[in-house]
């Protein structure tokens, strides 16, 4: 059973960096083919894809965050991280990790969820 959870601050001032760490057991980060991606939910709002990393460690970013957005992984951990840059209130989410077996863009892909973890960006 893979499980995964995210940690990190639950509060982060404008303009700073949002830090994110998602650690993952039950299952290896680099074992074929899974995508490993970070999605969040805004209050009252649908969810919205930000980013993954592949197994062999490949980066693909939403475009409309791509400017200000870092994923990475730390293998002999089984963790990987996002980092969001100059966030604004509007950051305001729940943030997921997630994996998908293919197609991250297709949320029905996705097999295992973290639990989700608050963030709120206010000074």
């Known amino acids: 059973q893979v499980q995964l959870q995210e940690s990190g601050p639950g509060l982060v001032k404008p303009s700073q960096t949002l830090s994110l760490t998602c650690t993952v057991s039950g299952g290896s980060i680099t074992r074929n083919y899974y995508y490993w991606s970070w999605i969040r939910q805004p209050p009252g709002k649908g969810l919205e894809w930000i980013g993954y990393?592949?197994?062999?460690?490949?980066?693909y970013y939403s475009p409309s965050l791509k400017s200000r957005t870092s994923i990475s992984r730390n293998t002999s951990k089984n963790q990987f991280t996002l980092q969001l840059r100059s966030v604004t209130p509007e950051a305001t989410a729940v943030y997921y990790c997630a994996r998908a077996e293919k197609d991250p863009s297709d949320y029905g892909q996705y097999d295992y969820w973290g639990q989700g973890t608050q963030v709120t960006v206010s000074s």
């Open positions: 990393i592949t197994y062999s460690g490949s980066t």
